[in-house]
């Protein structure tokens, strides 16, 4: 247990709406993710955080801002929410000097409609 | 683009059964190397990391082969609780070992009694 929790676990949403998903740590890790997982592409990096606001974009970052004012939390931010975004969200935290071995939180399945 | 390919299965085997499954990937600054496991609807979790050496872990043994860029998992005596999707992931050499992992899209394997 990596001691991550991920809320809401589900929403249903509408299109043009925003959506924020909270990823909250209890280990103080350094280092947290957000990847997205749709059939057909696998896990893709969406941002990440390496300390309290510290942030970078990821592979698939278009559509999605985070934000970290606290070690234990990395928020992602549908600005406006899209069909293309109904996915599973999974957060995942490391650290440093393990070679990025990374754990994830339980998901978040988000449908836009 | 940075690549990881797996073969996508699904592998259908009995109980008992040895089972190999292979992972190439395009990067070659890549440092770090894992499989996970991933269940149905559930998040990914760490199976074992892949050492230049080749490691063991119970019925799990993983093997690197730098030259031709590809790891291998092999799982022997199949258990019917191996019924997962298996990922192969690799870092993508920025950073050393430190580097964003880049996720294949998994390889399924359904173990039958």
């Known amino acids: 247990d990596a001691g991550i929790t991920q809320s809401p676990r589900h929403k249903v949403t509408e299109t043009g709406t925003p959506v924020t998903l909270r990823c909250h740590q209890t280990?103080?890790?350094?280092?947290m993710y957000w990847y997205r997982q749709d059939p057909g592409h696998g896990l893709r990096l969406i941002h990440y955080?390496?300390?309290?606001?510290?942030?970078d974009k990821g592979e698939v970052s278009d559509g999605y801002s985070v934000s970290r004012s606290k070690t234990e939390d990395f928020l992602l931010t549908l600005e406006s929410a899209t069909s293309s975004q109904t996915s599973v969200y999974f957060c995942a935290i490391s650290e440093p000097g393990q070679g990025n071995t990374i754990y994830f939180g339980e998901g978040s399945w988000l449908t836009v409609v | 683009r940075k690549e990881v390919e797996q073969d996508p299965g699904p592998f259908n085997v009995p109980e008992g059964a040895t089972v190999a499954f292979n992972c190439t990937y395009s990067?070659?600054?890549?440092?770090?190397f894992f499989w996970y496991r991933q269940d149905c609807r559930k998040e990914p979790k760490l199976l074992m990391s892949?050492?230049?050496s080749g490691n063991e872990d119970g019925r799990f043994t993983a093997q690197l082969n730098r030259a031709s860029q590809y790891i291998s998992l092999l799982i022997r005596d199949s258990k019917l609780s191996d019924s997962a999707t298996y990922l192969c992931?690799?870092?993508?050499?920025?950073?050393?070992?430190?580097?964003?992992?880049?996720f294949g899209k998994g390889t399924k394997l359904s173990v039958k009694p």
């Open positions: 992931v690799v870092n993508d050499g920025y950073g050393g070992s430190q580097g964003n992992l880049i």
């Open positions: 955080s390496y300390g309290v606001k510290d942030t």
């Open positions: 280990e103080n890790h350094r280092y």
């Open positions: 990067n070659s600054a890549s440092q770090s």
């Open positions: 892949v050492y230049s």
